[in-house]
């Protein structure tokens, strides 16, 4: 499995060397090189796309975003009282 941090890593070292690059043919190579950790990136990108398209298929239906603020609100205004400094 690719691992997205150490393709990105990848890209900004590329990119550093390729400010400092002076001839063509290790312009090209960089090139190839940051063409491959993009490719990677990509692919693992829509791999994660396509998982979450399966467990949406799956998931019962969400409820719409009223309902949701509506919940996060309360344990927001739980959370507040729960933490509040009492009065003794």
Wanted: hydrophobic fraction near 30%.
């Amino acid at each position: 499995m690719t691992n997205p941090v150490k393709q990105y890593r990848k890209l900004v070292g590329l990119g550093r060397k390729a400010q400092s690059c002076l001839s063509r043919d290790e312009a090209q190579k960089l090139i190839r090189k940051a063409e491959k950790a993009q490719r990677k990136l990509r692919k693992w990108i829509n791999g994660q796309a396509r998982d979450r398209q399966l467990e949406a298929n799956q998931r019962k239906p969400r409820s719409s975003w009223k309902d949701r603020l509506l919940v996060l609100q309360a344990r927001l205004h739980d959370f507040v009282h729960r933490c509040r400094p009492h009065a003794d």
